[in-house]
């Protein structure tokens, strides 16, 4: 963790629905913890060396708390087992100061919410922040069925209850999530943002375009993504700027890995093209984007890539490195 992280107690861990978990972090000394803005997330060092992102989902006006929620996913590469199963309460974590990739606009007339299963947790925070600021506002929360629905409780109490329509896929048609309606009519000062899995999230996200929503509306975070070879992935080479030094980047060898092999230190954290920890400017040649983070504008115009995760279509990339 970096110097500007700090030691938190897990002081509260309650299974909020099958399958999820949230934790309540306090400071380790006492003190306040940095304020935030509705959408952020924050690393969490977890056992067995792993660093993962987790939004948080309390109240942004809160300062002696924060509070994430873990989906224990089996499939994924081991952080939501080890948080379910090895970090209990009393235990002491190290975490980063909150990071916003996702923030509310706050010159918008009105926000349309949209959450798939956990990606709830920074939706959630938005709702929040919304309400209190007597804000107009439309939450829809898609699931799977009741029982795997985490904050049911919470947001039915709310002030904000009657803004947020559940819709589980186990449930009566009527309460079915209707995805052509919800996005049929974009209009100036109205914000669309989405988080949840990727199958959610690229469905919400083709509708809004093809119905016409201006992209500098459409504001979403993705929780994972698999970082998967092709068949057709060949070895390139890429070139630091700063020194002039080529380094082969192998076919089965992600741009970050070559890096590290031959000494060049990339911070990374997530290392699935997510959070935008190793962005990368590019000076010279043709990036394969494979990431989550950069915005369809911005990976058209090429001049910059995750190492993570994405490749180069071109024979060299030429790095700010």
Known sequence: MSAAGFSVRVARKTAEAEGICSFELVRTDGKPLPAFAAGSHIDV???????????????????????????????????????????????????????????????????????????????????????????????????????????VQRIEASAFASCVAFHFDDGAAEQR?????????????????VCGPKGFMDAVLVKARAQGWPEAQIHYEFFGAEVAAR???????????????????AADCTVVQALSAAGVSVATSCEQGVCG?????????????????????????????????????????????
């Open 277 to 321: 920890t190793c962005l990368t400017r590019v000076i010279e040649g043709e990036p394969d984007h494979r990431d989550m983070y950069l915005t369809p504008e911005e990976q058209a115009a090429g001049d910059q890539f995750l190492p993570c995760c994405s490749r180069s279509k071109s024979a060299l990339l030429v790095l700010d490195l």
């Open 45 to 151: 060092e977890i056992p067995g060396g792993l660093t993962r992102q987790y939004s948080l989902c309390n109240d942004p006006a809160e300062t002696h708390r924060y509070q994430i929620a873990v989906l224990r996913d089996a499939g994924s590469r081991g952080g939501s087992v080890a948080m379910h199963d090895r970090v209990n309460e009393g235990d002491v974590l190290a975490i980063s100061a909150p990071k916003n990739h996702f923030a509310l606009a706050h010159d918008a007339k009105s926000h349309l919410l949209l959450a798939g299963g956990i990606g709830v947790t920074p939706l959630l925070c938005m709702a929040e922040r919304l309400a209190q600021l007597g804000a107009d506002f439309q939450m829809h929360y898609c699931t799977r069925s009741r029982a795997r629905t985490a904050f």
């Open 177 to 193: 999530f209707d995805l052509d309606a919800t996005l049929s009519r974009p209009t100036p000062g109205r914000h669309l943002y």
């Open 231 to 249: 068949a057709d992935d060949g070895s390139f080479e890429v070139k630091l700027a700063s020194s002039g030094r080529v380094i082969r980047v």
